[in-house]
């Protein structure tokens, strides 16, 4: 969670990783060999040096204090290092390892430290061995670590048991022409030497670990090297007895530590050098292991550290992979409560910080602000999503700027974020949402300034209040719909008649659901005059709502509520029959005399979308047998522009019946001239709001005579809404304007009283 007391979660760069869960843990050997890039592309002589330096060093290492030829000719340094080194390079490039391993032979040779005919069957001994196991390992394909299970069987017969008996059988042949050995003898001898050889310097083979290598601190780095150092001297150390015999214990604690501090890799280095002091410690007749004349000392020095280097090794492989399973399930829950855009708490994480501050008894007073993005899909379809994924997160880090010790930053999911603060009142919630509302509006996204609005609603509780998270964040959206409801930017607080409100429309939509098949959905009726003749020409049809529970419910009240719940749809059509039937009626009563009566039925927005709605008008007129042109349709400016495209289309689909289209407030929108030319329609209706200021405003008198001039140049009928007096009518009239309706003539009246109303009205 976005903590402004957290140095890790409020990061300035803002960058999120995804790192991988590890495949493993401990000492791994790919599935096929594949050397890092520049172990692959160093020149061939290099490879050769490093080898025979490392092969001859390690050899005067275990100077025995016996026959110096068997420290040249080497048994343990050649196999260890030349198994290691044909491990990380390619196979092609395996000729400059030989070579290398080859490097303590040369120097016997030159030193005259062995006949020629032992010499060059000790060297291919020393290469065959190690040639022999790395490629049965490659063969093999050891993916997992040769640490655990049958990975670690694979690699003990290959390495260090199938390598040197193979390069034994050959090397005892010189042992037994040139020292007179039996072959039996010499032949145990190289496979127990090297063998242990190659057990010792398997640390080398940690470098080619697949997972990388964790970052050190200069710290940890410091202390490893202390250890190292402080181990390796222990080796040194000159006692004699039992204070002897503890030396090597003593070691191996301290290797195995170093496997559980700093992990397989960096304790098997370190095993490798205090491996090599304490060779050259033996080889100076220092240490737990010196003393021996016969060699056997330095064999036991090998065996131990064997021992202790895997057990160091295979702590540090446990260690590591209980770490990893800690890290995989850190970022398992990172992942479940975390938002992988933004890198900010999702929902889940910000109920659960809610529960737990408002669970406390003790705990402070707290708001809550929900922050919605306006017009952010057409971002998306203007730009692209990667584009708005650019203002999600431009968004999420000016917020960020804005916090507090104690403030807390989720994102709710789309463009919706959220931002908790204690110690926050109603007043002071204001002023925090008008503040993020003036940032987010000079934010500056891609090289450009885009102007983001936003609205935002607040829900605030007292200290010691008891209440549900839940039920805090639902305040808060309930404020945040109010806040929908004025053009952005805008900010609206809850407050207990916001709760009313919202409590009225859930009932009134729960007693909505069931009004049709109680019949109390109405239809009523205002006549519509001609202005020249006074002569009633047509009805427009006005759905009515009576509830059981609420008595007479506004239609600007119940109809949003309609449209809210989608039932606005079903109810239109309702309207849309009974319209149809009532007009046929009327139309056919002769003594009316209104045959050509027309009627004129509102159609929402939700409708205007709906796939079925020239169907439906289709079948209604035809089962009504009411003329097509007998009905005319009324959309306003809103329900057009919401989607221009379809609403053309469907207008141009609806009048192709032969119906009227009538665009209804007309002036209280938002159409532009070219839209107005574009959307097919028969007859602009001037809005109630300009008719009333008719000979008392000049403002609304101009307005209206602009819009009677702009709908007979489309060559439009013109109809004038709320019309009260005869003094408007009359100046209607002589502005040109075509038809009227409102109290003049009647009120909204019931399908009952609409007879007696025609009839009261001479045809003309």
Known sequence: MIDAGSPIESSPTWRIEHPTTPEGAGLALPRRVVPAAEIAAAPGWRIAAVVGVACVVLGLSVVWRGDPSETVAGFWPPAGVGFVALLLVPRRRWGWVIAGILAPTVVGLASGAMSLRAGLIWGAANCVGPA????????????????????????????????????????????????????????????????????????????????????????ELIVLTAFVLATAALTFVPLEGEASALLPYLVLVALVWAGMCFGPRLAGAAGFVVALAANVATS?????????????????????????????????????????????????RHQATHDALTGLPNRALLAEHLHRVLGDPDGDALGILLVDLDGFHEVNDRHGREVGDLVLRAVARRMAERLSAGDRLARLGGDELALVRPGLDDRQAVSLGEAIA?????????????????????????????IAPADLVH??????????????????????????????????????????????????????????????????????????????????????????????????????????RDVVAWRADRELGHRDLHVAVNVSPHQLTDPELVQQVAATLDAAGLPPHALTLEITETAVMHDLDVA?????????????????????????????????????????SFVAGLGESPEDTVIVESVIRLGHSFGLAVVAEGVETDAQRRHLERLGCDRGQGYLWSRPAPAAAVPDLLASVAPG
Not at 296 to 314: D, K, N, P, R
Not at 438 to 457: C, F, K, M, N, T
Not at 526 to 534: E, K, S
């Open 132 to 219: 022999v196991g790395a490629s049965l390992l490659q063969r093999l394909s050891v993916a997992a670590t040769p640490l655990q299970g049958r990975p670690l069987l694979t690699y003990l017969v290959c390495g260090p048991l199938v390598g040197p008996a193979v390069g034994g059988a050959l090397g005892a042949i010189g042992s037994t022409l040139d020292y007179d050995q039996t072959w039996a003898g010499a032949w145990s001898a190289w496979i127990l030497a090297d063998g242990l050889g190659v057990l010792v310097v398997t640390s080398l083979v940690l470098v080619r670990l697949e997972r990388p290598p964790q970052p050190r601190r200069p710290r």
């Open 284 to 332: 100076s007749d220092l240490g737990p292991w010196s003393g021996s004349a016969d060699g056997t000392g330095a064999i036991a020095l090998q065996g131990f550290l064997v021992v202790a280097i895997v057990t160091s090794v295979v702590v540090g492989s446990m260690a590591a992979q209980l770490a990893d399973r800690d890290e995989v399930n850190r970022l398992l």
């Open 438 to 466: 003036a940032d987010l509006a000079q934010l500056r996204v891609d090289g450009l300034w885009r102007p983001i609005r936003v609205h935002v609603g607040a829900a605030t509780v007292r200290a010691g209040d008891p």
């Open 475 to 580: 305040r808060a959206d309930l404020a945040l719909a109010r806040a929908k409801q004025e053009p952005a930017p805008a900010v609206a607080v809850f407050d207990e008649a916001l709760e009313a409100s919202t409590r009225r429309v859930t009932e009134l939509t729960e007693e909505l659901r069931g009004a049709l098949a109680r019949q109390e959905v109405t239809v009523a009726y205002q006549p519509i005059a001609d202005l020249r003749t006074g002569r009633i020409t047509g009805l427009e049809a006005l759905v009515r709502w009576t509830n059981r529970r609420f008595g007479a419910v506004p239609p600007d009240e119940f109809v949003p509520v309609a449209e809210d719940a989608g039932l606005i749809g079903e109810i239109g059509l309702e309207v849309l029959r009974r319209a149809c």
């Open 648 to 688: 053309r289309r469907v207008l141009a689909e609806l009048r192709s019946l032969g119906s009227r289209i009538s665009m209804d407030d007309f002036g209280t929108g938002h159409s532009s001239m070219r839209n107005l030319r574009q959307i097919p329609l028969d007859i602009l209706k001037i809005d109630r």
